[in-house]
C-alpha cells in the first residue's frame, strides 16, 4: 500500500505564487511516475504536470512557463512550484503516482487533494 500525502494549498492573490508538497509512504518496490492533477468544479480531472522517474517533466500547456515540477527521490516527494497564479488555477491538486509494490505490482495511487484558490 502507498499513501500520498498533499500540502502546501491555500489562498493566493493573482500573480503570487505556491508551492505544494506530496509525499510517498508505504511499501512501494519503486516509484514509476508521480504527478500533479487538478479538478475545478464542474470540469474533469486534467493533468498538470507530471515526471515519470528519471524521465523528462511534461506540462499542460495551460501552465508552461508558470508551473515547475520536481522530485527529491530520497524523500519520495515530489513538488509543484506555481508562479504567476490565475484565477483560472483555481482547483482541488491531487498527487498522482504510480508505484509498484509486492503485493499490487503497479498500481495508481492517489492522495486526497488540497484546494489552491487564486482570487483578489
Known amino acids: 500500500q502507498v499513501q500520498l500525502v498533499e500540502s502546501g494549498g491555500g489562498l493566493v492573490q493573482p500573480g503570487g505564487s505556491l508551492r505544494l508538497s506530496c509525499a510517498a509512504s508505504?511499501?512501494?518496490?519503486?516509484?514509476?511516475?508521480m504527478g500533479w492533477y487538478r479538478q475545478a468544479p464542474g470540469n474533469q480531472r486534467e493533468l498538470v504536470a507530471g515526471?515519470?522517474?528519471?524521465?523528462?517533466?511534461h506540462y499542460a500547456d495551460s501552465v508552461k512557463g508558470r508551473f515547475t515540477i520536481s522530485r527529491d527521490n530520497a524523500k519520495n516527494t515530489m513538488y509543484l512550484q506555481m508562479n504567476s497564479l490565475k484565477p483560472e488555477d483555481t482547483a482541488v491538486y491531487y498527487c498522482h503516482s504510480n508505484a509498484r509494490t509486492q503485493s499490487r505490482g503497479d498500481y495508481d495511487y492517489w492522495g486526497q487533494g488540497t484546494q489552491v484558490t487564486v482570487s483578489s
Open positions: 515526471m515519470p522517474s528519471g524521465g523528462i517533466a
Open positions: 508505504g511499501s512501494m518496490l519503486q516509484i514509476n511516475y
